[in-house]
């Protein structure tokens, strides 16, 4: 009886901690100016916000891309905001280029992908989230 209790608790706890938290963006932190790597420019605003939680790739930075280029290396619980032009853009997540031991080789963090179109002086909010059965991803959001 004992050890179905302990399994049990092992495993809510593995359910549990496995998985990422949402950020509210006013309590983000923004990222600091030593790890944004491309300033944007243009009348329109696409904010990410990574969410916290540290086993789903919360001990390496995520580097964020817009259209290939990337635009900053964030950290779980930090916040960007990147000025763009109008249009059709792909944004994405990869692995951290500039980190070392396992981050540098970008195990577990495929890049992901994915489109958006925005307007002249739209803002619009992505998320990055994650689970170990999908790892880190992003994705549009309402918070």
């Known amino acids: 009886m004992k050890i179905n209790i302990l399994v049990f608790a092992a495993t809510l706890i593995g359910l549990t901690g496995c998985s990422t938290s949402a950020v509210d963006p006013l309590q983000a932190k923004p990222i600091p100016a030593a790890r944004i790597l491309t300033n944007g420019t243009g009348e329109s605003v696409i904010t990410v916000t990574r969410d916290n939680g540290w086993l789903v790739g919360g001990g390496c930075f995520v580097e964020v891309i817009i259209d290939g280029k990337p635009y900053a290396r964030i950290d ?17 997540i990869s692995g951290d280029s500039q980190g070392k031991g396992l981050c540098g080789a970008k195990i577990g963090q495929p890049m ?32």
Do not use: A, Y
């Open 76 to 92: 779980t619980g930090e916040l960007i905001s990147i000025k763009t032009n109008p249009g059709r853009h792909i944004l994405g």
């Open 112 to 143: 992901k992908e994915t489109s958006t179109q925005i307007t002249v002086g739209e803002t619009q909010r992505f998320r990055i989230t994650g689970d170990t059965n999908t790892g880190l991803d992003i994705r549009p959001s309402s918070i």
